[in-house]
């Protein structure tokens, strides 16, 4: 044998004695560690049954294992197994790097942990962002804005309005189109042209979703009353595109009452009806008025709607019947409707 290869024996089997040493040394290190885990848990145990406050020590207990999960995992017989193998199959750069890594987390990275001002809580909390004051302080409803000469002013107001979630201020934003200053009424006729292109948009796309349905889905049309109503109440399309959409909601009403009748909400009623009272469609209107007393003869709603049918229609009889029918029932009677009522006799 030469001297290179007496020379690499030699070096392999320092590599395997070191290896050998740190795996017995390791598995010593982590059954003491096991060991005195155990009698430490066995001496929380005696305590903790010990104590007068059972509640405060169960309390104490759990934020202890809280804690405890939260710390890194000490290392385990399997670690040092890992680490003995990478040193037998990588002579020399193995245990150098596990040495060298040691010894840099020993003297160089490792801090003492300070564990005085950290609380081991569950709880979520919620950061408050400060107001901008000066946006805020300059925040008037759009319609009397509409009146105010200041164009600087007008103009400030729509750009913050159209900003923000623009799908309920439809109705605001149209007004601003008979505005004497021509760029406030582009911002608005804008914005409106893309919110109403989407809207259009959207409902063809899940109407067709709805004819590829089967008889037992009715997600699409849980989905498209909604989201269709919230538009159509605030009456920003023309005439007959207003009755046309209206027409398509009791479309898919229908469609929904067909094949699930009880996920048909007294809400879905109302709006149903309203929508047909905005075009004046007093026939189709009363189909859903008395549907809806059908299914839910307890809700004010249900009385409402087909009062202010018959008070739109001028039909007195009718009108007077479902007031008495409405008396003799255990329902409250608010505001408006009493308003309404009044307002009729």
């Known amino acids: 044998m030469t001297m290179k290869e007496v020379f690499f024996c030699l070096v392999l089997l320092a590599n395997t004695v070191v290896s050998v040493l740190y795996l017995l040394f390791g598995l010593l290190i982590a059954g003491w560690r096991v060991s005195e885990t155990e009698e430490e848990e066995e001496e929380q145990d005696r305590e903790i049954k010990g104590a007068e406050d059972k509640e405060e020590t169960d309390k104490e207990q759990k934020e202890t294992e809280g804690q405890e999960e939260e710390l890194p995992m000490r290392d385990g017989k399997a ?31 490792r801090q003492d942990v300070h564990l005085e001002d950290v609380i081991f809580s569950k709880e979520r909390v919620k950061t408050n962002e400060r ?3 000066e946006r805020e302080r300059n925040i008037a409803p759009l319609e009397e804005a509409i009146a105010v000469s200041d164009k600087e ?21 149209s007004l601003a189109l008979n505005s004497q200053d021509s760029e406030t009424s582009h911002y608005a006729a804008s914005v409106l042209q893309d919110e109403l292109n989407g809207f259009r948009g959207n409902v063809q796309k899940v109407w067709r979703e709805i004819e590829d349905e089967t008889e037992e889905e009715t997600d699409c049309e849980f ?8 538009v159509l109440e605030q009456k920003v399309f023309t005439e007959m595109e207003q009755k046309n959409m209206v027409m398509k909601f009791a479309e898919v009403g229908e469609v929904l009452f067909r094949k699930n009748p009880h996920r048909f909400t007294s809400q879905y009623y109302e709006w149903m009806c309203l929508r047909l009272l905005d075009i004046r469609d007093f026939e189709t209107m009363e189909l859903w008025c008395n549907r809806a007393m059908g299914q839910y003869p307890e809700e004010l709603s249900s009385y409402t709607c087909k009062l202010k049918l018959y008070f739109t229609a001028q039909d007195k ?5 479902t007031m008495d029918a409405l008396k003799q029932s255990s329902i409250v009677i608010d505001k408006e409707t009493l308003a309404l009522i009044r307002t009729f006799n």
């Open 79 to 109: 670690v040092y197994i890992m680490n003995f193998v990478v040193m037998l199959l990588c002579p020399v750069v193995g245990p150098v790097f596990f040495g060298v890594g040691h010894l840099m987390f020993r003297f160089v990275f």
């Open 131 to 133: 107001a901008d004051e």
């Open 153 to 173: 002013s007008l103009r400030s107001l729509m750009l913050n309005v159209i900003r923000g979630d623009i799908h309920n201020s439809l109705a605001a934003i």
């Open 223 to 230: 989905y498209l009353i909604p989201y269709m109503n919230s």
């Open 317 to 321: 009889e009718k009108f007077f019947e």
